[in-house]
């Protein structure tokens, strides 16, 4: 199998995606497995919009340690907040906890500034209701079943359930790895990441209906004649649409790189922060998930149906070698149009 830029960009490779997708499955069964366990150990590092309480924000100095933020925050009643010195830009101490009863956000904020040995006015507060954050949270769980739904109607419709089963899978798959990540580092959700988990899979959908697309259309494409096998016709198929998939998901990665340096670690804007680190797991998960997820488990649906069952059985019988180079072959000739009119024979020289 010789390989070349000009050969992947026209699809003529034969590379075996499924036979290499069991290695791949086995690598994102134990990610998700870490993440999963992750999940339940450590937990999430929820944002005030989702748990409700403050937030101050100062700016820091080479001689305030975090310490001492930490000790002037117990020392108001909140011995359990969360004292962080957040870097880019301008460095800021960031203070998070549940408002002490008796306490402002303003009276918080002019104790804490005594600390950062800063003016008052320069520290920022914001403040939100525990009931809010469980409205924000319950919004949040509904339109993810409301998404499930809706996308699992669209794929059953458009394709077929078996299809719509592993497009399903290949997102959740996608999630539980972000958010894995998310609760591994104890990054911060907020609303802004929230989305970003929404856009995620968004793009991995986008991505599995490109090639479940070129699949049908393939496979209609096949005479009754034809011997070949449906993992042939994924590979074919996946080998096709490779470089689509691969220069979608570095024309949308660059964008996101920018953002996360630029955006984060230059300008400080930890919002830009927290959606962008959930956008790049997810665009760089999401792109191998619909052909080393998604695919193999459809096909896996497919070689059970008995006209597929029955290819499979032949193929044995006659052991072809480089089946995926023959089957792309094959799949070239039945795209002829057989039912186009032949083109008329040049007419002789009269003598």
Request: aromatic content about 8%; some cysteine.
């Amino acid at each position: 199998m010789s390989f070349s830029i000009r050969r992947l960009y026209r699809g003529d490779t034969s590379w075996d995606f499924l036979g290499v997708s069991k290695r791949v499955l086995l690598g994102s069964t134990v990610a998700v497995l870490i993440c999963v366990v992750a999940l339940f150990v450590q937990g999430l590092n929820l944002g005030i919009e989702f748990e409700g309480g403050g937030v101050w924000e100062a700016p820091a100095s080479e001689d305030v340690t975090t310490d001492a933020i930490r000790e002037s925050a117990a020392d108001i009643g909140m011995s359990d907040a969360r004292v962080q010195r957040i870097t880019g830009g301008g460095d800021i101490f960031r203070v998070r906890g549940e408002l002490p009863s008796g306490e402002t956000a303003e009276s918080v904020g002019s104790q804490l500034a005594v600390a950062a040995q800063v003016d008052s006015e320069s520290v920022s507060a914001r403040t939100v209701s525990p009931s809010f954050g469980d409205e924000v949270a319950g919004k949040a769980r509904r339109a993810l079943v409301v998404f499930f739904i809706l996308i699992a109607l669209y794929l059953t419709l458009r394709f077929e359930w078996k299809m719509a089963l592993g497009a399903l899978v290949a997102v959740a798959h996608d999630i539980a790895l972000t958010v894995g990540v998310y609760a591994l580092f104890q990054f911060e959700i907020s609303p802004a990441t929230v989305v970003a988990f929404l856009t995620i899979m968004g793009y991995s959908l986008y991505d599995t209906i490109v090639v479940f697309d070129r699949v049908k259309d393939n496979e209609r494409s096949l005479s009754l004649k034809t011997r070949m096998t449906y993992s042939d016709l994924a590979n074919v198929s996946l080998n096709q649409v490779i470089m689509r998939s691969v220069n979608t998901t570095i024309t949308s990665v660059l964008p996101v790189i920018s953002l996360l340096v630029v955006g984060s670690l230059v300008m400080g804007a930890t919002a830009l922060q927290e959606f962008a680190i959930a956008l790049l797991i997810g665009l760089l998960v999401g792109s191998y998930s619909s052909v080393f997820v998604a695919m193999p488990l459809v096909s896996s649906l497919k070689r059970r149906e008995p006209h597929w069952a029955e290819q499979d059985r032949s193929a044995e019988v006659l052991s072809e070698s480089n089946s995926i180079e023959n089957a792309a072959t094959s799949l070239a000739a039945d795209r002829y149009d057989r039912s186009s009119p032949p083109r008329p024979r040049k007419k002789g020289r009269k003598r």
